[in-house]
DNA sequence: AAGTCGGGGCG
DNA sequence: CGCCCAGACTT
C-alpha cells in the first residue's frame, strides 16, 4: 500500500464488517458485562480489562457491582471502599481513576456521562481507547476503540509492517475501523473485532476459524508469525553517564579508548556512569588532576548500540593548562558518534 | 519517547 | 522461574 491511496476500499470494508458481525452474533461469549448499555458497567469493565484476562476479572466485576451498583453509589464511597474491591487487580491506581471519574462524573455530568468523546477523554483513566470503547458500546457513536486486540487483528488483515506502536501504526488501524463502523452498527462492531483478537486473532492465530481469513494479507503471504510488528527490542539496559566537554581556548579534552571493548582505539570525552552531576564531578577532577571551572549543562544526547542504549548529560568545564591531550576543534581525531554529538553541542553554544 | 504501575500468561 | 505484556499517566 502506497502513500496517498486509501487505506482501504469501501467493499473491502463492508465484507470484513459483514463477516465479523455474522461471526459474532453466532461466536461471542456471554459475558454478563455484556448484558447492558450503561457506559457505568461498561467503563468498569473497560478498567478491569485493560490488567487482567476475562476469567480473572469477572469474579471482581461481580463483587464490584454488588457493592457499588450505579455511579452515585461508587462516587459516595469512600476510597478504601473501593480500593479493597480492587484488592488483588493491581494497577491500584485505576482504582483511583475510577472512583476520581465517578465523582467528576457526579459533580459536573449530574451523574450522567458524557457523551463525546473529548468530554470522556477528560476523565480521570480515561484515554483513547476507553473513550472509544465507552462512546461505540455504550452510545453506539461509530468510534473506534483501539487495543492490543483491534491491533493484532488489523495489522494482519492489513499485513502492515510498521511496528504497533508507531502512531503511524495506529492512525492507520482507526482509519480502517472508521470505515468499517459505515457497515455495521459500532456497538456490535467494536465487540465483535475485539473478541475476534480475543479468541481467532491470539499470539498464535486459529486462522481455519477466522472470518477474516480471506481478506486477511498477512495470512495470503504467510506472514501472520511476524505481524504484528513489535517496535525494536528497546530492552537494551539503558546506561545513564555524564560526559565532560573540557575546553582550552579552542581545544577539546579527548581520551583515547583502550584497543579493546566498546569503540576501540577512538577517542572520546572523559565521561563517568551515573546521573548525579557533583558526584561525576567530584570524580572527574581525582582522575583528572587538573585545575578545572565547572560550566553549564550543554544538553543530553541519546546513543543506540546494538546491545545497549546511552544516555548522555554533557557538562562543560574549562581548563586552564592546555595539555597533550587537548585537541583542536577543526583537527580531531576520531570519536564515536555520541561523544561527537556531544562536543557539537559545545560548537553550537559557542556560535552564538 | 520512556518509565511506571503489578498482575498473569507463557516458554 | 524469568520474560514479556496493555493502556493511561507522568516526566
Known amino acids: 500500500m502506497k502513500d496517498g491511496d486509501p487505506t482501504m476500499d469501501a467493499q473491502t470494508s463492508k465484507q470484513l464488517a459483514h463477516n465479523l458481525i455474522t461471526w459474532y452474533r453466532a461466536n461471542a461469549r456471554d459475558l454478563p458485562f455484556r448484558h447492558s448499555r450503561d457506559p457505568y458497567r461498561i ?5 478491569m480489562l485493560q490488567q487482567t484476562q476475562v ?7 461481580e463483587r464490584f457491582i454488588a457493592r457499588f451498583p450505579d455511579i452515585e453509589t461508587l462516587a459516595q464511597a469512600s476510597l478504601d471502599d473501593v480500593l479493597s474491591h480492587w484488592q488483588g487487580l493491581g494497577y491500584y491506581r485505576r482504582a483511583k481513576h475510577v472512583h476520581e471519574a465517578a465523582k467528576q462524573v457526579c459533580a459536573t455530568h449530574g451523574g450522567q456521562f458524557p457523551t463525546t468523546l473529548d468530554a470522556l477523554k477528560a476523565l480521570p ?3 483513547d481507547y476507553t473513550a472509544g470503547a465507552i462512546a461505540s458500546i455504550a452510545f453506539n457513536q461509530p468510534e473506534p476503540a483501539i487495543d492490543g486486540n483491534v491491533l493484532r487483528v488489523l495489522t494482519r488483515v492489513l499485513a502492515e509492517a510498521r511496528p504497533i506502536a508507531l502512531s503511524a501504526t495506529k ?9 468499517m463502523h459505515h457497515h455495521a452498527p459500532p456497538r456490535e462492531l467494536t465487540q465483535a473485532i475485539m473478541e475476534l483478537g480475543a479468541l481467532v486473532c491470539v499470539r498464535t492465530p486459529i486462522c481455519e476459524a477466522c472470518p477474516l481469513q480471506r481478506h486477511c494479507l498477512a495470512y495470503a503471504q504467510g506472514r501472520i508469525a511476524e505481524i504484528p510488528m513489535r517496535a525494536p527490542r528497546l530492552k537494551q539496559p539503558l546506561e545513564h553517564y555524564i560526559a565532560f566537554v573540557i575546553t582550552g581556548g579552542d ?8 584497543d579493546k571493548g566498546l569503540l576501540a582505539n577512538l577517542y572520546g570525552l572523559p565521561h563517568i556512569i551515573g546521573s548525579d552531576v557533583t558526584k561525576a564531578y567530584t570524580a572527574l577532577q581525582s582522575n583528572l588532576s587538573m585545575a578545572l571551572t565547572l560550566g553549564e549543562t550543554l544538553g543530553e544526547i541519546t546513543h543506540v548500540f546494538s546491545h545497549k542504549r546511552w544516555r548522555l548529560t554533557v557538562i562543560h568545564a574549562t581548563s586552564g593548562q592546555v595539555t597533550e591531550n587537548f585537541h583542536a576543534l577543526d583537527d580531531l ?4 558518534k555520541a561523544h561527537r554529538k556531544a562536543i557539537a553541542l559545545w560548537e553550537e553554544k559557542m556560535n552564538k
Open 251 to 258: 581545544a577539546v579534552y579527548l581520551e583515547q579508548n583502550p
Open 171 to 179: 492512525a492507520t488501524v482507526k482509519d480502517v475501523v472508521r470505515g
Open 43 to 47: 467503563f468498569i469493565s473497560e478498567m
Open 125 to 127: 483513566g480515561i484515554g
Open 333 to 336: 581525531p576520531a570519536i564515536g
Open 55 to 61: 476469567a480473572t476479572m469477572l469474579p471482581y466485576y
